[in-house]
């Protein structure tokens, strides 16, 4: 099986602008996690997506949006980029079924805001 | 909210020796994970565990889950340069969801 796949895999952004980064899981799985991950705060848990619904969400302003597709692709979106956003986005699928806390992560999209 | 930390922050060890770490969490854990990541790329899943007490392995790698499920070990033996990379724990935020909460990660250097 194929793993998780992320595009794209770098952007540069400036502050202000939009991004939308999309992740597509392991065939089958129908949860998609996103997490950011920072030096200084480590990884922190975004949302998480099954069946195209939004199941938990991490403690992250508005600004930070996502969304599933039928076929369990997700995207997230980020609005008026700050600084701080700047980070490697991870994105995880997971079956959903008994081992659902077994999290398969894909490279990241590392974004940079200037 | 839960907090995991992992000790040490950081190894530097020679090649061939083993290779201790640990994790607490502030609540108690009916999973936790042992995660690897290298430079540049996602974390990638060492070891799940389910069972108070329980030891996994996986080749030169052993993790356990304390018997308080509150903590949890991972163990390399003979250590060897590609084991270079930052260990992280996980455990579930929520149960029945496929959320997790990592700890800080533990970094490991082997000396060839």
């Known amino acids: 099986k194929a793993g998780v796949t992320q595009t794209p895999r770098y952007l540069i952004k400036t502050r202000g602008q939009q991004v939308t980064l999309s992740c597509s899981p392991i065939s089958g799985h129908r949860s998609v996690s996103w997490y950011q991950q920072t030096p200084g705060q480590g990884l922190q848990f975004l949302f998480e997506?099954?069946?195209?619904?939004?199941?938990n969400k991490g403690n992250f302003p508005g600004r930070f949006s996502g969304r599933q597709f039928s076929n369990s692709r997700s995207e997230m979106n980020v609005s008026t980029l700050e600084l701080g956003d700047s980070a490697l986005y991870l994105c995880?699928?997971?079956?959903?079924?008994?081992?659902?806390?077994?999290?398969?992560f894909g490279p990241g999209t590392r974004l940079t805001v200037l | 909210g839960q907090q995991l930390n992992q000790s040490p922050q950081s190894m530097f060890i020679q090649e061939g020796e083993d290779v201790s770490m640990n994790c607490t969490s502030s609540?108690?854990?009916?999973?936790w994970l042992w995660y690897k990541q290298d430079p540049g790329e996602g974390p990638v899943l060492l070891i799940a565990l389910y069972k108070a007490g329980e030891l996994t392995s996986n080749g030169r790698l052993t993790a356990q889950f304390g018997t308080t499920r509150k903590d949890s070990f991972l163990n390399i033996s003979a250590s060897i340069p590609s084991d270079v990379g930052i260990y992280f724990c996980?455990?579930?935020?929520?149960?029945?969801?496929?959320?997790?909460?990592f700890g800080k990660g533990t970094m490991l250097l082997v000396s060839p």
């Open positions: 996980a455990g579930p935020t929520h149960s029945g969801y496929s959320t997790l909460t």
């Open positions: 609540s108690i854990f009916n999973t």
């Open positions: 997506y099954f069946s195209e619904t939004q199941r």
């Open positions: 995880a699928s997971s079956s959903g079924g008994q081992n659902y806390n077994e999290q398969f």
